[in-house]
Nanobody, 120 residues
Framework: QVHLVESGGGLVQPGGSLRLSCAASGSIFSIASVGWYRQAPGKPRESVAV??????TNYTDSVKGRFTISREDARSTLLQINSLKPEDTAVYYCNARTFEYRLGYSPDYWGQGTQVTVSS
């Protein structure tokens, strides 16, 4: 029902910036929440930033003050990343949940991921 495509990752220097984009298609007006997650090798996937209907946002402590999630419209969700650190290196995934998900009627949607590598 919902398809997600991430873009914007790459190789950057410590202290640099990136803007990740999540493009949604399909039943985009059914989306209740969208978020960014990341997974480094040998580490569990963790929530980075989540944006819910109503404008609520949640950030993991390690990115507060550096990462900003924004929802431009029903199709586009951005993650602005500033002051990148080597420990930010991971595959970043876009996630979306519909209103029906909360009732068990639809799956949790994921994109394919985009690689962010922070190295000098």
């Amino acid at each position: 029902q919902v398809h997600l495509v991430e873009s914007g990752g790459g190789l950057v220097q410590p202290g640099g910036s990136l803007r990740l984009s999540c493009a949604a298609s399909g039943s985009i007006f059914s989306i209740a929440s969208v978020g960014w997650y990341r997974q480094a090798p040998g580490k569990p996937r963790e929530s980075v930033a989540v944006f819910t209907t109503g404008g609520n946002t949640n950030y993991t402590d390690s990115v507060k003050g550096r990462f900003t999630i924004s929802r431009e419209d029903a199709r586009s969700t951005l993650l602005q990343i500033n002051s990148l650190k080597p420990e930010d290196t991971a595959v970043y995934y876009c996630n979306a949940r519909t209103f029906e998900y909360r009732l068990g009627y639809s799956p949790d949607y994921w994109g394919q991921g985009t690689q962010v590598t922070v190295s000098s």
